[in-house]
């Protein structure tokens, strides 16, 4: 459990990704997850390369197209 305006130093893997991407962020909620005593958490990036940025942006809109749509 991660408490709001925790500030966190994030290294992100993305699988077509050369290598790390490193980024730092504050977290804006945080939710235990179905009962099963894990937690959910909402960052927001305080610090992050644009390039790095788009890399995260492209690979979510590909995820996303990629899904069937009885997937969510």
Not at 8 to 26: D, F, M, R, S, W
Not at 36 to 46: A, D, H, K, N, S
């Amino acid at each position: 459990r991660l408490p709001n305006g925790a500030r966190l130093e994030l290294e992100l893997k993305l699988p077509e990704a050369a290598g790390p991407i490193q980024a730092q962020a504050e977290v804006v909620w945080c939710a235990r997850f179905r009962d099963e005593g894990r937690y959910e958490v909402g960052c927001r990036f305080t610090q992050i390369d644009p390039l790095d940025r788009g890399k995260i942006i492209r690979h979510i809109h590909e995820t996303l197209k990629q899904r069937k749509p009885w997937q969510s």
